[in-house]
């Protein structure tokens, strides 16, 4: 009998409902009962979607990030939060999360936060020092197990495994991480004791790092870990997932635990291998539901090929999603307002767990079992191959015509330079914004009365020019060198251009966490794509008309785009980038002939997208590149070209960046403490820079004292000349309170700095 289960659910709730009592719980409107009670709703909820499985899933629950989680699980939090002044956990917990809980808890510098592998999920980063100790602290999740083992549920639990915990962090001295993993295994080896008292059976322990590129040392600490690990009373079903295993494939074979799971979805090629390596004594989970994008599982097709494994191997067969399913939306079954056709394409968190129970049934009872539901599948699947919605001739033949020239700028940067500085006469250390300035609550009451039909659209486009012109003053009064619009109108900076191109859908309710409470709702690339009408030039040039100061044509670019956005499957991701370059560079030109000097095209998702393997870096690149030079470059030289990168380290890609040729080039220094300047002290790079010295993702309002402090850093690297000041990303998600009096330290800091390059000239 194949057997079934699940290695990580959606947290926030198919209705955001943990996003809302988070952010209840920040404002202090609700108390730490309140919130703990939601939590607890939605821990329910998801072991009730799961009940049909055989095994189902505690501890990837989480009211912020389950990495965040193992360091407080593993008691190593950095020092600045370890004397908390009787500060609650609960509270210490956000503090180190966010910066600071509710508006009572002093602030802090928050941890660092960067990308979970090649996903758009945001983890907080663990920090280490040499002399980093660590001490078991697991009542949460005991307490877990017992909440869902009382519901009479068969659990398994899930924890970061300690080699993958060591790898996602940093050191914060001149220590070696892997140095600390002596310390670390007692406490792993406790946990397993205290799992076992606790009735636990099997324990999933997740090593991703095995799809990436190890040195010799990793490897050598991964088989260190599981040795030491392998006498402990709990069965560890060890998983693996984003990738192949490839050069690690004997070592995951190899490591003395129960059971290995692989992600069979992006790389069915390696599971015969596997299967032939793998000890007749282990079990072997095969990840056979993507967990990563929504399109329907083609079951008859997966069953042609499990069906064979399943009788070489029996009962050592575990059928599980590829990853957690923390990626997707909830459920399909609010989406009401999905074209039909569409609809019966996609499958949510929910709907991949059905498709899982089918497989199993099939397996282990005969397809006769559920030939109704393979019979629906099928049509499904066949109906979407032959859909005249998908394939367009014309956007393909478009693409053919790509030339080389229409990646490059007419002239180099240096020629531009001199024009941009003449057309736009900017004063030395240029201030300006990200983008996108607070989304009130009246902004978004008054768009989705726009979108029910409750006003008109002349209500609506007078309502957002109030709020352009609201952001324009506001600018205007703190002294902004280069002004935006605000981007009252736009929901989300993927979405909202997704919902102006043909060859998108888009849910009402698909959201998907992206840190915290914020959540994205990914739009779907479902066919050929092309720009009907213009998506930004009249709400650009209204705000243009505000002023005498350059206002920036703000833009998501195409790899951020498909970055973003549930993609299909049926063509390589990278046709579909330059289909998406295609109708953005229409954009690009229509905001220029409108008059627009500056157009910043956010690629905030470019690294992102790296494959896990370095091998496979370039060939990534030379297509993302190729995209966004595409869509940026067919302007002419006074036109002066931003593109934003935020919380990405991509130290070991700037020649590639460098290559996008982009005028001036925003990033984050604020939260990793300017870390990502470092890059510049060896790689001479050639164009302008605004290095984020006011860190948005937290409500910490910046003083002028630690702006100062970031920008000289930065001078130490790059010449004034070419540097900007600006936050490191964009302010929708802060209010007003907050807003303006950062924008105001940071164009005092700038003021700063300006007298006194001038006082040191006139020296």
């Keep these: 009998m194949a057997t079934t289960h699940n290695l990580g659910f959606p947290r926030i709730g198919a209705k955001r409902q943990l996003k809302f009592a988070l952010e209840a719980y920040w404002r202090g409107d609700i108390d730490p009962s309140d919130l703990l009670e939601a939590a607890e709703q939605r821990r329910r909820e998801n072991l009730q979607f799961q009940r049909h499985l055989d095994w189902q899933t505690v501890g990837d629950f989480s009211l912020y990030d389950h990495v965040l989680d193992s360091s407080f699980l593993l008691g190593n939090l950095p020092p600045r939060f370890r004397r908390n002044d009787g500060i609650p956990p609960l509270d210490n917990y956000f503090r180190v999360a966010r910066g600071r809980s509710t508006d009572e808890t002093p602030p802090a510098v928050a941890g660092e936060m960067t990308k979970w592998f090649d996903t758009n999920y945001h983890y907080i980063v663990p920090e280490f020092l040499r002399d980093t100790q660590f001490r078991l602290h697991p009542d949460a999740l005991l307490s877990r197990i017992a909440e869902a083992s009382e519901h009479g549920h068969q659990v398994k639990p899930v924890i970061l495994g300690p080699v993958t915990y060591l790898w996602l962090g940093k050191s914060k001295d001149d220590g070696d991480r892997l140095d600390l993993l002596d310390r670390l295994l007692p406490v792993y080896r406790a946990l397993l004791t205290r799992l076992a008292e606790a009735g636990v059976t099997w324990l999933q322990i997740d090593e991703p790092i095995l799809v990436t590129e190890l040195p010799p040392a990793w490897q050598h600490a991964l088989r260190m870990t599981y040795y030491q690990l392998q006498a402990g009373p709990v069965k560890l079903l060890l998983t693996t997932y984003f990738g192949r295993l490839r050069e690690n494939l004997q070592l995951a074979c190899e490591l003395p635990v129960a059971g290995l799971h692989i992600d069979a979805c992006r790389h069915r090629d390696e599971v015969n291998q596997v299967i032939d390596w793998l000890p007749t004594h282990k079990i072997l989970s095969l990840g056979v539901i993507d967990g990563r994008n929504i399109w329907k599982s083609d079951l008859n097709g997966l069953l042609d090929w499990l069906e064979p494994i399943h009788r070489r191997l029996d009962e050592r067969l575990w059928l599980a999603p590829s990853c957690s399913l923390l990626h997707l939306p909830v459920d399909l079954e609010s989406e009401n307002e999905l074209k039909a056709e569409i609809g019966a394409w996609l499958s949510f968190a929910r709907q991949k767990l059905i498709e899982l129970q089918v497989l199993a049934t099939a397996l282990n009872q005969g397809r006769e079992a559920v030939a109704q539901a393979l019979t629906d599948n099928a049509e499904s699947i066949s109906a979407r191959q032959q859909s005249q919605r998908v394939h367009r001739s014309a956007i393909h033949e478009r693409l053919a015509g790509i030339t080389r020239s229409m990646a490059q700028r007419q002239s180099p940067y240096a020629s531009r330079r001199q024009r941009q500085r003449e057309s736009l006469r900017l004063p030395l250390l240029p201030t300006t914004t990200i983008g996108s300035f607070p989304q009130t609550t009246e902004i978004r009451q008054c768009r989705r009365d726009y979108r029910n039909g409750k006003i008109t659209q002349d209500a609506y486009s007078s309502a957002m020019q109030q709020e352009i012109a609201y952001c324009i003053r506001q600018q205007e009064t703190i002294g902004l060198d280069v002004l935006v619009h605000g981007e009252p109108e736009r929901n989300d900076m993927v979405e909202y251009f997704g919902e102006q ?69 049926d063509q390589p991701r990278a046709n579909t980038c330059l289909q998406l370059a295609l109708a953005l560079r229409d954009e690009v030109l229509e905001l220029e002939q409108a008059g627009i000097r500056i157009i910043q095209i956010d690629e905030a998702a470019l690294r992102e997208g790296l494959p896990l393997r370095r091998s496979e870096w370039q060939t990534y690149l030379d297509w993302a590149v190729q995209a966004f030079s595409i869509t940026a470059n067919g302007v002419q030289d006074p036109t002066q070209i931003h593109t934003h990168m935020c919380y990405s380290e991509f130290n070991d890609i700037i020649e590639a960046i460098a290559s996008m040729d982009a005028d001036v080039i925003t990033i984050e220094t604020s939260r990793s403490d300017a870390e990502l300047l470092d890059v510049f002290e060896a790689f001479d790079y050639p164009n302008e820079i605004g290095p984020g010295v006011y860190d948005i993702h937290t409500p910490n ?39 303006i009096p950062a924008l105001e330290n940071m164009q005092q800091a700038a003021r700063i700095l300006r007298e006194k390059i001038l006082q040191s000239t006139l020296a």
């Design 501 to 569: 191109l043909d060859g998108f859908a888009f849910t009402r309710h698909g959201w998907v966490q992206s840190y915290g409470s914020r959540c994205v709702k990914p739009p779907i690339i479902y066919g050929d794509i092309e720009r009907p009408n213009s998506i930004t030039v009249d709400w650009t040039g209204y705000a243009q008309s505000l002023t005498e100061k350059p206002v920036k044509g703000m833009l998501t670019g195409p790899v951020t785009m498909l970055n973003w956005s549930f993609v299909r499957d």
């Design 701 to 739: 309002i910046p003083d002028t004292q630690d702006i100062l402090k970031l920008m000289r850093q930065a001078m130490k690297r790059i010449p004034p000349e070419r540097l900007w000041i600006n936050p490191d990303c964009g302010l929708k998600t802060r209010q007003w309170r907050e807003v």
